[in-house]
C-alpha cells in the first residue's frame, strides 16, 4: 500500500478529497498539522501511479511514501464520523453505529461516492436553507444533484416531490445509491434524470436549490428562473463571499447564510 501526502489548508480538504476518491483512493485520513494546516493522505494499492498523482496534486507539495501498516478502512471510517449539521440533521456515513441523536433526522451518505456529501461547507448551507424552506406541499428541482443528498434531505423534510438532475450520467450512480441508502430508514424516492434545468418545465418547481460554481450558475439564469414557480425560492451556493456581489446581481439576496468564507444565497422569484 502506497501513500500520498498533501499539505491543505483547512478550508480545502472537502474539494481535495473528493477529487481523491474521484482518483479512487481506498481511503482518506486527516493529521492536524502544528502551523493550522492539513496533511491528508490517501491510500492507493498501485505505486505506478505516483507520477500522475504527483503531477495532478502538485499545488499541494505532494510526498509519496510506502505504508504496510495503516488499517485504511478503520482510518477512512474515524475520518468521517457521524455528525449533525443544521438543526434537524445527523449525517451518518453506511458504517455509523452512533445513535441518531433526539429531534434529528438520519441523512445516510457515502462520502467515497460522489461530491456533496456534507462535510462541504456549501453543502450544509443548502441544507440550513432547506430546512427554512421546505414544506410538505413544496416542490423542489435540485440542478447539479451530485451525491443527491440535497435531494434526499429535501424529501426527509416533507417535500411533496423532488426531481434531481446532472449532467454527469455517472454522477446518477451514486446518487442513486445514496437515495437506496436512506430508503432503509424512510421508504424515499427521487426521480433522478440525467440533464440539466433545461430538460424541467417551465414553472415546475416552488423551491429550486443549485449548490454548483458560480460561473455554471450564472450561465443557467434563465433556465433555473423559468423552471421556478412565481415567488418560488432559489437556494443557490457553490461560491465564495468574494463572488457573492456578482451573483446577487442576477439573483437578488432575499437572505444569505454563511460559513467562514462560503455563502448560500437564496433569492425570490418575481410573482
Known sequence: MYSLHLNCAPEQV?????????????????????????????????????????????????????????????????????????????????????ATPAGRMRLVHNPGLACGTGEHPCTRLALEALERFVTPSTTVADIGTGSGILAIAALQLGARTVAAVDLDEAALHPARENCALNELHCGLAVGFAVGSASCLRDQSADL????????????????????????????????????LEVVAKVFPAELILQEDAWVCLISRASS
Do not use: Y
Not at 437556494?235 to 468574494?242: P, S
Open 14 to 98: 472537502d474539494d481535495v478529497s473528493a477529487e481523491l476518491w474521484a482518483a479512487n483512493t481506498c481511503g482518506i485520513r486527516e493529521v492536524d498539522l502544528p502551523d493550522g494546516r492539513v496533511d491528508l493522505i490517501a491510500a492507493f494499492e498501485r505505486n505506478d501511479l505516483r507520477s500522475e498523482l504527483m503531477q495532478t496534486f502538485a499545488a499541494f507539495a505532494p510526498q509519496w511514501t510506502a505504508e504496510a501498516d495503516t488499517d485504511w478502512v478503520l482510518a477512512t471510517r474515524n475520518a468521517w464520523p457521524g455528525r449533525s449539521v443544521g438543526a434537524r440533521f445527523f449525517l451518518a456515513p453506511p458504517w455509523c453505529e452512533e
Open 208 to 243: 429550486v436549490v443549485a449548490n454548483i460554481s458560480p460561473s455554471i450558475l450564472l450561465s443557467l439564469a434563465d433556465d433555473l428562473l423559468r423552471i421556478a414557480r412565481p415567488a418560488a425560492r432559489l437556494i443557490l451556493t457553490g461560491f465564495q463571499e468574494v463572488e
